[in-house]
T-cell receptor
Framework: ETGVTQSPTHLIKTRGQQVTLRCSSQ?????VSWYQQALGQGPQFIFQYYREEENGRGNFPPRFSGLQFPNYSSELNVNALELDDSALYLC???????????FGPGTRLTVT | GQNIDQPTEMTATEGAIVQINCTYQTSGFNGLFWYQQHAGEAPTFLSY????GLEEKGRFSSFLSRSKGYSYLLLKELQMKDSASYLC???????????????FGKGTKLSVIP
């Protein structure tokens, strides 16, 4: 157990809908990164939040957006869902001086 | 850009030794990570190499050659519970605020058989 929690565990949405995924970081960690992992692939970096600001973004369209709150928990929002958005969404928390990222159990999103 | 290549699948026998290779191309280098991911679970950290050479941690060792853009993960005395995907990952070449934003390879699925 890493202390990183994510909700919900599983989610089924219809194409065109919007979804919000949540992540609570490990105590003392002020950096949260989000990754998308398609079946049989490695995780792909979506974006990172550091002290409530977006601190870097991968090759994902603007319909992927996020927030980080003062308690360092975070949300990932995806608008206008597409079938290819079906994946495991992982959040990872870390301290700014540490190199190790601690991953949560993920949210499995299915878009039909 | 960054590119990582690792074998898709490997099979090894319980009690044996297996080496999982990873080659990478990056603009700049800030180390290389190995993560283990059991099916349906989150990745867990195994190792982080910044300098050339072999680092041993119990049954797992990780090797890095920066000049060759090459790393391997060595698993000794294989156990059934080692059946998992092993992910090689690199951070961006430039440093910045916050922690590393990793580029992962596709992972190597290791099956340990009796």
């Amino acid at each position: 157990e890493t202390g990183v929690t994510q909700s919900p565990t599983h989610l089924i949405k219809t194409r065109g809908q919007q979804v919000t995924l949540r992540c609570s970081s490990q105590s003392g960690h002020n950096t949260v990164s989000w990754y998308q992992q398609a079946l049989g692939q490695g995780p792909q970096f979506i974006f990172q939040y550091y002290r409530e600001e977006e601190n870097g973004r991968g090759n994902f369209p603007p319909r992927f957006s996020g927030l980080q709150f003062p308690n360092y928990s975070s949300e990932l929002n995806v608008n206008a869902l597409e079938l290819d958005d079906s994946a495991l969404y992982l959040c990872a928390s870390s301290s700014p001086t540490g190199y190790e990222q601690y991953f949560g159990p993920g949210t499995r999103l299915t878009v039909t | 850009g960054q590119n990582i290549d690792q074998p898709t699948e490997m099979t090894a026998t319980e009690g044996a030794i297996v080496q999982i290779n990873c080659t990478y191309q990056t603009s700049g280098f800030n180390g290389l990570f190995w993560y283990q991911q059991h099916a349906g679970e989150a990745p867990t950290f195994l190792s982080y190499n910044v300098l050339d050479g072999l680092e041993e941690k119990g049954r797992f060792s990780s090797f890095l050659s920066r000049s060759k853009g090459y790393s391997y993960l060595l698993l000794k005395e294989l156990q059934m519970k080692d059946s998992a995907s092993y992910l090689c990952a690199v951070p961006p070449g430039r440093s910045g605020a916050g922690s590393y934003q990793l580029t992962f390879g596709k992972g190597t699925k290791l099956s340990v058989i009796p």
